[in-house]
Structures are given as structure tokens and as C-alpha cells.
């Protein structure tokens, strides 16, 4: 005996059972959105005003390291860049002395 599914797009039972779940789906999705319109057309995203300001920082934050970078690159090209001695070797061993406090 023969059986032929005419309707069906997958190769095997479990594919046209999702066909058919994907079929039913798009259906319920256009009629919650009243027509064959894009279900996501009418969402909207707030954003808080405590993300407005944390990208402000983040940003005003980025142009001050680019500025403090600059001057030091034309510092450094210009023969005028000198080292501080006393900041460079307190960093190494304050980072000695953290690394070692590590569990």
C-alpha cells in the first residue's frame, strides 16, 4: 500500500509535524497583530535613564584616555617625555604585592 502527502514539505513524519506547527504559529502570530504585518512592528525599547548616563560616562570616559594618549604620544615624539621613577617602581610593587595576596 501507498500512501502520498501532498501537503507535506519534510522528508519524514517529524518534519511535517513542524512544518505544520510553523504554519500554525505564523497564524497566530498575524492575527494577534491584526495582519501579515512583522510581529516585532509595534515593540519598543526603554531605555533608563541610568543607562543614559552609565554610556555618557563610558564615553566621556574613552575621549579622556584618547586626549591623555595623544599627549603622550606628541610628548614622546617631541623628546619631551620623562619618566616618572618613583610612580613606575611603586606600580611594580604594589602589583607584586597583589598578585602575591591572591588565593
Do not use: F, W
Not at 29 to 42: L, N, V
Not at 56 to 83: E, I
Request: glycine share 10%.
Amino acid at each position: 500500500m501507498k500512501i502520498a502527502h501532498t501537503g507535506l514539505t519534510g522528508s519524514s513524519p517529524a518534519e511535517a509535524g513542524k512544518t505544520q506547527e510553523t504554519q500554525r504559529l505564523n497564524r497566530t502570530s498575524q492575527s494577534r497583530t491584526g495582519s501579515g504585518r512583522e510581529a516585532g512592528a509595534h515593540d519598543r525599547v526603554e531605555v533608563s535613564s541610568l543607562a543614559g548616563l552609565m554610556a555618557h560616562t563610558l564615553t566621556s570616559s574613552a575621549v579622556a584616555h584618547s586626549t591623555r594618549v595623544a599627549k603622550l604620544n606628541n610628548q614622546y615624539h617631541g623628546g619631551t617625555y620623562q619618566v616618572n621613577s618613583m610612580a613606575v617602581s611603586r606600580a611594580l610593587v604594589d602589583e607584586s604585592l597583589a598578585v602575591g595576596k591572591t588565593p
